[in-house]
């Protein structure tokens, strides 16, 4: 008997890769009816989220603004129903992770690269750590298949 995937972790930098692969998640939610974990993890917020002005975001401010992004994925370009959001600070491999662990994930769907300002030769980092220590099966989509 085929694996069911109910809840399905789906980390993103807001790129259009990880929106892709997102889309792969939502598609294997549908077949049982299951849940996705939309997930940002601000690494270093002062670093990421820049104001039009040029200022920094404090964290406060970071959060708020990743949980808009989230928001908005899911209304405007998911329109599924059944997607919880997740944003935290701190190291993404880490806080994936722990939630993968948390929420008994049964699928992570992530992308091979983002938009890090230092490309890995073969695979993201973040996405070669999970595929290695991951308590479940990791679905990666690489970059220019959609």
Same mark, same amino acid.
């Given at each position: 008997m085929l694996r069911q995937f109910k809840t399905i972790l789906c980390p993103t930098d807001f790129s259009e890769?990880?929106?892709?692969?997102?889309?792969?998640?939502? %598609?294997?939610?549908?077949? %049982? @009816? !299951? =849940?996705?974990?939309?997930?940002?993890?601000?690494?270093? #917020? =002062?670093?990421? @989220?820049f104001h039009a002005e040029g200022y920094t975001l404090s964290f406060e401010q970071a959060e708020q603004r990743a949980r808009a992004l989230l928001e908005g994925l899911r209304d405007k370009r998911l329109g599924y129903p059944k997607?919880?959001?997740?944003?935290? &600070?701190?190291? #993404?491999?880490? /806080?994936?992770?722990?939630?993968? /662990?948390?929420?008994?994930? @049964?699928?992570? &769907? =992530?992308?091979?690269? !983002? /938009? %890090?300002?230092? #490309?890995?030769?073969?695979? !993201? /980092?973040?996405p070669e750590q999970l595929i290695r220590t991951s308590p479940c099966p990791v679905f990666v989509v690489r970059r220019g298949v959609f």
């Open positions: 890769e990880s929106y892709h692969a997102i889309e792969y998640g939502v %598609s294997f939610a549908k077949l %049982s @009816d !299951g =849940t996705v974990l939309l997930a940002h993890i601000l690494h270093d #917020p =002062t670093s990421e @989220d997607c919880e959001l997740y944003v935290a &600070v701190g190291n #993404p491999y880490e /806080q994936l992770m722990l939630l993968a /662990q948390q929420r008994n994930v @049964d699928l992570i &769907v =992530t992308a091979t690269h !983002g /938009q %890090s300002a230092i #490309p890995d030769l073969v695979l !993201g /980092q973040i």
